[in-house]
């Protein structure tokens, strides 16, 4: 078998390496498995969901998708331009409260807007009581498709800000100065050079942001929006057809491969060999005391509506729930929270650092590959990741059934399928990108030297790690922790799907209360998911300005 | 039998088409210090990779003592093949004090031997006193030598330095090479040295090769000039 490889390869080959292509192959087993399904005799139900749910469940995905693109990049675009090119009022304290809107999911957004917009919120009872305004309900249903649109651009415009504005930073000092001492006008060269050249960075963005609207299902639950998410639920809780919801589920991750490939494409034909010009960052223009007056406002609204009122509005439901709600069951509940994330987490990044560290020793195709791979958990939405998961634990029950039987648990019993094991197994593959990338990070900063050196000095792989890689990469490693535990705490549909009977954690909890109609009780989980999302919005500008330097 | 023997190497780097290295062959006597001189871009990092193991030859074969170390059937990782290396930047472990960065390769001694190791390395490049500083607190010049004294440690069968003085401005370097020439003198190493500089090799080489880039259309198939000083 061994002498099968090109020696090349044969020659590098080590336990790492092993390790972590058997976790890739176990993290690849759902998503083959729901791909598998589209190949398989579809159910007789099937031609019903093709005929009356299908176009019209993937059209409104499409068009939630799609508007919200489009809106987060026009704002992400002009924002990130408009910060690193321009000086105004408070540009400091913007360009920083520009990100804080990742840190509110867009679940507690809907519930948060839908609640305050309504007949007996805040907003409308303030204008009924002190001024006396009777209003036109229509201008105030944020629960529609456009609502929806609004929601998610506000709180995702972030992705396209943050990845543009860093591009821009980094990159484009030269182009746009030659531009101007070329006398180019200044909105002209925004069309005809800022654009043109990160745009690799705004398809990033962009596919991030689809990738969440595609993810959600709690604000089109809430909002009532006929989602392809929507759709797998019905066909799966509503008909009981598990095949034809995991055919839904295969045609959707088509759909989304689709996607992730063209977004490398369209990067890969736009690489530049740009000049990073780091000692000269681009010098900001000064706006004028009118524009500079209306930028700053437009950028207060913007935070504002995108990340203080929300917060603020929480805060006083918070203050009103807070004898009901703040309790011993509570205090359980936030600890299996961070219980089980914090497990997920560590297993998570031990699998993150085998598997930076072989794609390291291992500079091939196929390791690229796999680090690809990786990358696409992050894409999978929930509900198809959990449907792959359940399916492929559910067989794995099934073929331990002998054993199960022999351990005294009594046979046909769904051991595996019923624990945390399986949710703490999804929470792997959906974020192990996460600590990929900050390892991989940390690695990129140290090069290759020192653990060369060490082998040099008689070190194996593995005894280079221990004493020479993990020492200089701890601070990567630590980073890449702290956020994908973050993540984990905030997820909702593959923990809504998965979880055991009977467990909770903050997001499920205020999904839950929001769902039950109490919202008012959802502030105070909400809040804490809001203020460990903080948490991670600084450590990213953190690590983004250290890796600058 | 020579001390190491090349022969017939090929490299090219993964994904890429033209050959680095091709048909490439050398012998080393024991104790004898080679020079490899030639211009950027000519492969002498890339063969010096290749002799340390931490690349994997195309073709050809690598043996060190008679014994094979790199060959279409057989590959001996870079921590078995007692070849120490001095790297272009010297690599020094930043979160090790010299004296750490001396005993990591001493692997099988007791507290007592690894510590008298030490030190007798120590003043062998005349760093007694520096045993507890860090690698950003000492002057370029004293880190290259903490690299020698690091690579030298474990007794190597075959020392490799790669453009050991290029981050050394010229007055430092006339010094430094004096000392290296006795250190390489005094332990008798087998060692080659890849250098840009004429006088480097010609002060501190009993041989100098001279590699030339090998263009597939000029001079497909033909040896690597050897010119001997
Ligand atoms: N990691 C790599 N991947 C692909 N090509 C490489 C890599 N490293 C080196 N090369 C190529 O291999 C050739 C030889 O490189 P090498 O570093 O061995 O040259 P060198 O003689 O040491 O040059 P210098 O004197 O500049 O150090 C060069 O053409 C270089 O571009
Ligand atoms: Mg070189």
């Keep these: 078998m061994k002498h099968l490889l090109p020696s090349r390869i044969r020659h590098k080959l080590n336990g790492w390496i092993v390790i972590s292509g058997i976790g890739a192959l176990a993290a690849l087993l759902p998503s083959l498995y729901i791909l598998t399904g589209l190949l398989r005799r579809p159910s007789e139900n099937w031609a019903h969901i093709q005929e009356y749910m299908l176009f019209n469940y993937a059209w409104e995905s499409l068009l939630l998708t799609g508007g919200t693109v489009a809106a987060t990049v026009v704002a992400g675009t002009s924002l990130a331009w408009l910060t690193t090119a321009y000086d105004f009022p408070l540009r400091r304290f913007l360009s920083f409260a520009f990100v804080l809107p990742l840190a509110i999911p867009p679940y507690i957004a809907a519930y948060t807007y839908g609640s305050m917009l309504s007949y007996t919120g805040s907003v409308q009872t303030f204008m009924r009581n002190t001024l006396g305004w009777s209003v036109d309900q229509r201008y105030f249903n944020i629960m529609s498709m456009e609502g929806a649109i609004w929601i998610f651009s506000l709180f995702l415009f972030p992705y396209v800000y943050l990845i543009t504005r860093t591009f821009l930073e980094k990159h484009s000092a030269s182009f746009i100065e030659n531009a101007r001492l070329l006398g180019g006008h200044p909105v002209s060269n925004f069309f005809r050079i800022v654009l043109p050249l990160s745009q690799g960075a705004i398809a990033g963005g962009a596919s991030l942001v689809a990738f969440e609207v595609l993810n959600d299902y709690g604000v089109s639950k809430h909002f009532g929006i006929s989602t392809f998410t929507a759709a797998i639920f019905k066909t799966w809780f509503g008909m009981y057809d598990v095949d034809s919801a995991i055919r839904l589920s295969g045609l959707l991750m088509s759909f989304i491969i689709g996607l992730f490939i063209a977004e490398r494409w369209m990067r890969r034909r736009r690489r530049y060999h740009l000049p990073v010009n780091r000692s000269t960052p681009l010098r900001r223009m000064r706006l004028g005391r009118v524009s500079g007056g209306i930028a700053a406002t437009v950028g207060i609204i913007i935070t504002l509506l995108s990340f203080f009122i929300p917060v603020a509005q929480l805060a006083v439901w918070a203050v009103w729930t807070y004898d009901d709600v703040w309790n011993d069951r509570f205090f359980r509940m936030i600890g299996n929270t961070l219980g089980v994330s914090a497990a997920a987490a560590a297993l998570l990044m031990v699998l993150a650092v085998i598997a930076a560290n072989a794609s390291r020793t291992w500079r091939s195709g196929i390791t690229l590959v796999s680090s690809k791979l990786l990358s696409m958990g992050y ?171 | 039998m020579s001390f190491v023997s090349i022969h017939a190497l090929s490299y090219s780097y993964p994904g890429t088409a033209a050959a680095v290295l091709n048909d490439f062959s050398l012998d080393l006597e024991q104790g004898e210090v080679v020079g490899l001189l030639g211009q950027s871009g000519s492969g002498k990092s890339t063969l010096l990779r290749l002799i340390a193991g931490l690349e994997a030859p195309s073709q050809g074969e690598i043996s060190i003592q008679g014994e094979t170390m790199s060959s279409r059937h057989k590959f001996v990782q870079p921590e078995r093949r007692g070849v120490g290396m001095v790297f272009q930047d010297y690599a020094l472990f930043p979160h090790m004090n010299v004296s750490r960065n001396i005993a990591f390769g001493l692997r099988g001694l007791s507290r007592n031997e690894r510590k008298n190791r030490v030190t007798d390395m120590l003043e062998l490049v005349k760093l007694a006193d520096y045993g507890h ?97």
């Design chain 2, 133 to 229: 500083r860090y690698p950003h607190e000492l002057s370029g010049g004293q880190q290259q030598r903490v690299a020698f004294a690091r690579a030298l440690a474990p007794s190597p069968r075959l020392l490799l330095m790669d453009e050991p003085f290029s981050n050394l401005d010229s007055e430092l370097k006339n010094g430094i090479r004096k000392e290296l020439k006795e250190l390489l003198h005094q332990t008798g190493i087998t060692s080659i040295l890849v250098t840009h500089d004429h006088e480097d090799a010609e002060a501190l080489c009993d041989r100098i090769i001279r590699m030339t880039s090998f263009m597939p259309e000029l001079q497909a198939g033909k040896k690597h000039q050897l010119v001997t000083s």
């Design chain 1, 379 to 549: 894409s999978i939405p929930g509900a198809v990741l959990s449907i792959g998961v359940l399916a492929v634990f559910i067989s794995l029950d099934k073929r331990l059934a002998g054993v199960y039987e022999a351990m005294g648990f009594g046979a046909n019993k769904l051991v595996l399928s019923m624990s945390l094991i399986m949710l703490v197994f999804a929470y792997i593959i959906r974020f192990l990108a996460v600590g990929f990338n900050a390892v991989d990070a940390g690695y990129d900063r140290i090069g290759e030297r020192y653990s060369e050196a060490s082998r040099m000095l008689g070190h194996g792989v593995t005894a280079t790690f221990f004493k020479v890689e993990l020492p200089l990469i701890k601070g990567a490693v630590l980073t890449g922790g702290i956020l994908a535990f973050l993540e984990i705490v905030k997820e909702l549909p593959l923990t809504l799907l998965l979880r055991p009977f009977n467990f909770d954690t903050l997001a499920t909890k205020a999904y839950q209360y929001a769902s039950d109609e109490q919202i008012h009780q959802a502030a105070i989980p909400s809040l804490i998911i809001i203020l460990l999302g903080v948490i991670a919005v600084c450590i990213y500008q953190w690590m983004g300005r250290r890796g600058s330097t």
